[in-house]
């Protein structure tokens, strides 16, 4: 069975920078669209950033915008996402999502329904 793979978090202070990768299991998975949730402490887990994997074309939270970039490998099949400016309320677990190309789901890039494969997370703490 496919799994997402992320690497990347850890503690950094704020206004400093890191870089998720998360990356599947199996080479040949093949992908409509990968992307990035996070869930906090006693918060809703939501939507921080996609790309779709055939054009590149990039969707971001309005909380990431100028700060986060979402970035596809397809030679390494591999998503990352640049977090600059990081600020403590960043903190969270940062989930790798996808949606397959064998799954059909007409919800938006935002609702976590639209995605069939999730990674198990990666801390990202962000001090003062």
């Known amino acids: 069975q496919v799994q997402l793979i992320e690497s990347g978090g850890g503690l950094v202070q704020a206004g400093g920078s890191l870089r998720l990768s998360c990356a599947a299991s199996?080479?040949?998975?093949?992908?409509?669209?990968m992307g990035w949730f996070r869930q906090a402490p006693g918060k809703e887990r939501e939507f921080v950033a996609a790309?779709?994997?055939?054009?590149?074309?990039?969707y971001s939270a309005d909380s990431a915008k100028g700060r986060f970039t979402v970035s596809r490998d397809n030679a390494e099949n591999t998503v990352y996402l640049q977090m600059n400016s990081l600020k403590p309320e960043d903190t969270a677990v940062y989930y790798c999502?996808?949606?397959?190309?064998?799954?059909?789901?007409?919800?938006?890039?935002?609702?976590?329904?639209?995605?069939?494969?999730w990674g198990q997370g990666t801390q990202v703490t962000v001090s003062l």
């Open positions: 790309i779709r994997w055939s054009t590149g074309r990039a």
């Open positions: 999502v996808a949606q397959s190309t064998g799954y059909s789901s007409s919800y938006g890039y935002t609702n976590p329904r639209k995605y069939d494969y």
């Open positions: 199996i080479r040949t998975f093949s992908s409509v669209v």
